[in-house]
């Protein structure tokens, strides 16, 4: 394939993937308009209802613009063959392929965290804070930064280094040996994320106790769930909207609790809510997310190892010699199609085991006060409660509060 195709290719994708996303996002915009379905009624009285359409109306214009904007400097980049010019700077200073390869990517990094830090604080003081969402301060934000900077530079920078590493000695058959790599890292990523990574931004304390402890500890005896590891997290140190989830594996397995979310919920909600995440745990829905992002990556790796060496691509970027950094961005935007193909297989079965743990909730518990916990944090996040099902099937990890309500409510 010829160094022109290839650029056409990489123009066009960019530009499709864009225009999708538009096209999903102004009908979900037109369907967030909607009348509240008749089995959701009460969740909004008229003042919050129109508060939320006013947070979804400026929200979606923030983020048209941002896509706009990201779109136009990614065609420029590549249209220009900024990428290519970048390649030949650093070169001026170095023959090693290994450290131009980390100095390309750490400047691509960089560049791309300083255009993004003026959006991010107008998203989080500005519009969040508009709203009542923000409990983030400027400290916190910028500590978050450089918390991220040094995380980055560390893993990051060390899985790219052995990524440059095997593919300079082991040529196309690379991809085995750090998939088995990458493999390692995310089992141990799933085990330590919230007993080492997590508590660098969140404080995670044991629950207290109290009638909710109370409450839980009957129910994890009752389905046989081991109680050591639940834990409160101080999420209103960022924002108001509340949140659960379930992470880990083996014993290192949490359930974590936000602290706005014991806030606003009764100990029945929340120990509803509790039995949701069990139910993840009891239907093994971690072990198999993890074994299909591990089954992704090693075909994403070989598909990579494909076209790695391909001067076509690299002269397609704007480079004038073939590199392998080049290679590696230019597979990132030729994989967007497959990637979102996989994302939506992905949601696919995501939102089937948010049903399951749900069903599992109702059975081992009561359905009531999980759908009374749920249409509250709807409430309390402003959500859009008739997203468009297109924008749902393409993008929604968990079904809409309508669908969870009524398959409740037909197992109660």
Same mark, same amino acid.
């Given at each position: 394939?010829?160094?022109?195709?290839?650029?056409?290719?990489?123009?066009?994708?960019?530009?499709?993937?864009?225009?999708?996303?538009?096209?999903?996002?102004?009908?979900?915009?037109?369907?967030?308009?909607?009348?509240?379905?008749?089995?959701?009624?009460?969740?909004?009285?008229?003042?919050?209802?129109?508060?939320?359409?006013?947070?979804?109306?400026?929200?979606?214009?923030?983020?048209?613009?941002?896509?706009?904007?990201?779109?136009?400097?990614?065609?420029l980049?590549?249209?220009?063959?900024?990428?290519?010019?970048?390649?030949?700077?650093?070169?001026?200073?170095?023959?090693?392929?290994?450290?131009?390869?980390?100095?390309?990517?750490?400047?691509?990094?960089?560049?791309?965290?300083?255009?993004?830090i003026?959006?991010?604080?107008?998203q989080?003081?500005?519009?969040?804070?508009?709203f009542?969402?923000?409990?983030?301060?400027i400290?916190?934000?910028?500590?978050d930064?450089v918390?991220?900077?040094?995380?980055?530079?560390?893993?990051?920078?060390g899985?790219?280094?052995?990524l440059?590493?095997?593919?300079?000695?082991?040529?196309?058959?690379?991809?085995?040996?750090f998939?088995v790599?990458?493999?390692?890292?995310?089992?141990?990523?799933?085990?330590?994320?919230?007993?080492?990574?997590?508590p660098?931004?969140?404080?995670?304390?044991?629950?207290?106790?109290?009638?909710?402890?109370?409450?839980?500890?009957?129910?994890?005896q009752?389905?046989?769930?081991?109680?050591?590891?639940?834990?409160?997290?101080?999420?209103?140190?960022?924002?108001?909207?509340?949140?659960?989830?379930?992470?880990g594996?083996?014993?290192?397995?949490?359930?974590?609790?936000?602290d706005?979310?014991?806030?606003?919920h009764t100990?029945?909600?929340?120990?509803?809510?509790?039995?949701?995440?069990?139910?993840?745990?009891?239907?093994?829905?971690?072990i198999?997310?993890t074994?299909?992002?591990?089954?992704?990556?090693?075909?994403?790796?070989?598909?990579?190892?494909?076209?790695?060496?391909?001067?076509?691509?690299?002269?397609?970027?704007?480079?004038?010699?073939?590199?392998?950094?080049?290679?590696?961005l230019?597979?990132f935007?030729?994989?967007?199609?497959?990637?979102r193909?996989?994302?939506?297989?992905?949601?696919?079965?995501?939102?089937?085991n948010?049903?399951?743990?749900? %069903? &599992?909730?109702?059975?081992? #518990?009561?359905g009531? +006060? =999980?759908?009374?916990?749920? @249409?509250? /944090?709807? !409430?309390?996040?402003?959500?859009?409660?008739?997203?468009?099902? %297109? &924008?749902?099937?393409?993008? #929604?990890?968990?079904? +809409? =509060?309508?669908?969870?309500? @009524?398959? /409740?409510? !037909?197992?109660?």
């Amino acid at each position: 394939m010829s160094e022109q195709v290839i650029f056409t290719i990489l123009l066009g994708i960019i530009s499709a993937d864009f225009l999708l996303e538009r096209v999903l996002n102004f009908l979900n915009s037109k369907s967030a308009r909607k009348a509240i379905p008749s089995e959701l009624e009460g969740i909004y009285d008229q003042e919050q209802y129109a508060k939320s359409q006013e947070y979804h109306r400026v929200t979606d214009q923030f983020a048209v613009f941002s896509a706009v904007f990201s779109f136009v400097l990614m065609f420029l980049a590549i249209w220009l063959g900024w990428f290519g010019l970048l390649d030949e700077w650093i070169r001026a200073f170095t023959d090693s392929e290994l450290i131009t390869t980390l100095v390309f990517f750490g400047v691509i990094f960089i560049l791309s965290d300083l255009i993004g830090i003026p959006f991010s604080l107008y998203q989080n003081f500005v519009i969040e804070e508009r709203f009542g969402f923000n409990k983030m301060t400027i400290k916190t934000f910028w500590m978050d930064k450089v918390k991220g900077y040094v995380l980055t530079i560390l893993i990051g920078g060390g899985l790219l280094t052995l990524l440059i590493y095997l593919i300079d000695f082991m040529g196309t058959d690379f991809w085995i040996y750090f998939w088995v790599v990458a493999t390692i890292f995310v089992l141990l990523l799933n085990v330590f994320y919230t007993s080492l990574l997590l508590p660098l931004f969140n404080k995670l304390t044991p629950i207290a106790e109290g009638e909710l402890r109370t409450s839980i500890e009957n129910y994890s005896q009752k389905v046989g769930f081991p109680l050591t590891n639940i834990f409160v997290m101080d999420g209103s140190k960022r924002s108001s909207k509340g949140n659960a989830f379930f992470s880990g594996l083996g014993k290192k397995k949490k359930v974590v609790l936000f602290d706005t979310l014991i806030e606003k919920h009764t100990t029945e909600e929340l120990t509803a809510v509790f039995a949701h995440e069990v139910g993840h745990y009891k239907k093994k829905h971690i072990i198999l997310g993890t074994i299909i992002s591990i089954a992704s990556m090693g075909f994403m790796l070989y598909l990579m190892s494909l076209m790695i060496f391909n001067g076509e691509v690299s002269e397609a970027m704007g480079g004038s010699v073939s590199a392998i950094h080049l290679n590696i961005l230019a597979f990132f935007i030729l994989y967007t199609p497959l990637s979102r193909v996989l994302s939506i297989f992905g949601n696919v079965i995501s939102r089937k085991n948010e049903y399951e743990a749900d %069903a &599992y909730a109702v059975s081992t #518990y009561d359905g009531e +006060p =999980l759908i009374n916990a749920l @249409k509250k /944090m709807s !409430s309390d996040h402003l959500s859009n409660l008739t997203p468009h099902p %297109a &924008y749902v099937f393409m993008n #929604y990890s968990h079904p +809409p =509060l309508l669908q969870r309500v @009524k398959a /409740m409510l !037909s197992k109660m």
